[in-house]
Nanobody, 115 residues
């Protein structure tokens, strides 16, 4: 199983980025998908997750109204659209897939918000 993130980078406050995660080696549509983020010295924080059909999404309070998670069960991708980025959104962002006891992480992509 592989989860490969892309789309990170350097952006100014107020800007936007779109992260993407492509999955292979699993029945993608059966998995709940999430985005986490981590900053140095802290544990991973759940940012958003979306159920397997893609009907229901939930967000951390810190990103509600600014981030949108979506999935494409045909292309085996999950995306995180990040708008109105803030300095505190700087982190490594990870894609995560889970079904029952099976769980997989991507390698992470760096997002840096700086002026």
């Amino acid at each position: 199983v592989q989860l490969v993130e892309s789309g990170g980078g350097l952006v100014q406050p107020g800007g936007s980025l779109r992260l993407s995660c492509v999955a292979s080696g699993l029945i993608f549509s059966n998995y709940v998908l999430s985005w986490y983020r981590q900053t140095p010295g802290k544990g991973r924080e759940l940012v958003a997750h979306i159920d397997s059909p893609g009907d229901t999404a939930n967000y951390a309070d810190s990103v509600k109204g600014r981030f949108t998670i979506s999935r494409d069960n045909v292309k085996n991708t999950v995306a995180l659209q990040m708008n109105s980025l803030k300095l505190e959104d700087t982190a490594v962002y990870y894609c995560y897939a889970r079904r029952d006891s099976r769980a997989y992480w991507g390698q992470g992509t760096q997002v840096t918000v700086s002026s």
